[in-house]
């Protein structure tokens, strides 16, 4: 068993939906951190968490530590939000990574 | 701020030779940390460098080093590549705390014919 599971593994979705993307971890950590990396290799950091929910945009995070289970919500899901979404727990940068969501989003 | 770079971003070794990797962090970052990643096992972590010291280490073999200067910018070496080891080397910056946000380059592609 993976020490961090991502599902789904691919998700297709109609502009406009709401996305849920779920994360669950078995280590112990200082925080989770939601990743976006778009074709082309380039990883840009969504979210760190520690506890509770943090919000950008469209973009929501939860985290339920008593559970170690986190989610990443997309309303109004948009073509651009098209990437691979990746989870990644741990502690300073010893980081342990699900392995991946792969979102695309049809117009 | 200028973002995280990482130089090459390309190159192409062969087998049994050895390669170095830079890591130039954003400014006032003291952290840096290193990430291969793979289509079969995704993104894995190498090493993480904090003020110049090593602080925690993945579960690669001793062919993967680094090491970090004191300007925090921080190198990786392979040395007696293998054709496993054509990757993506991603490094990251953060402010080092106990929990910090990842801020990452661009990469290096490296491929081992």
């Known amino acids: 068993k993976n020490e961090v599971e991502q599902s789904p593994q691919n998700l297709t979705a109609q502009e406009g939906e709401f996305i849920t993307i779920n994360c669950s971890y078995s280590?112990?950590?200082?925080?989770l951190h939601w990743l976006q990396q778009h074709p082309g290799g380039g990883i840009v950091s969504l979210f760190m968490?520690?506890?509770g929910k943090k919000k950008h945009g469209r973009l929501i995070a939860t985290i339920n530590i008593q559970e170690k289970h986190s989610s990443l919500h997309i309303t109004a899901s948009h073509p651009r939000d098209s990437a691979v979404y990746i989870c990644?727990?741990?502690?300073?940068?010893?980081?342990?990574f699900g392995k991946g969501t792969k979102l695309s989003v049809k117009p | 701020k200028a973002g995280v770079t990482q130089t090459p971003r390309y190159l192409i070794k062969t087998r049994g030779q050895q390669v170095t990797l830079s890591c130039s962090p954003i400014s006032g970052h003291r952290s840096v940390s290193w990430y291969q990643q793979t289509p079969g096992q995704g993104l894995q972590f190498l090493f993480e460098?904090?003020?110049?010291?090593?602080?925690n280490k993945g579960n690669f073999p001793g062919r993967f080093s680094g090491r970090q200067f004191s300007n925090s910018r921080s190198e990786m070496n392979v040395s007696t590549l293998e054709l496993g080891d054509s990757a993506l080397y991603l490094c990251a910056s953060g402010s080092g705390g106990p929990a910090y946000e990842q801020y990452f380059g661009p990469g290096t592609r490296l491929t081992v014919t």
């Open positions: 460098y904090f003020s110049e010291t090593q602080r």
């Open positions: 280590v112990g950590i200082s925080a």
């Open positions: 990644a727990a741990g502690s300073q940068g010893n980081l342990i």
């Open positions: 968490l520690s506890s």
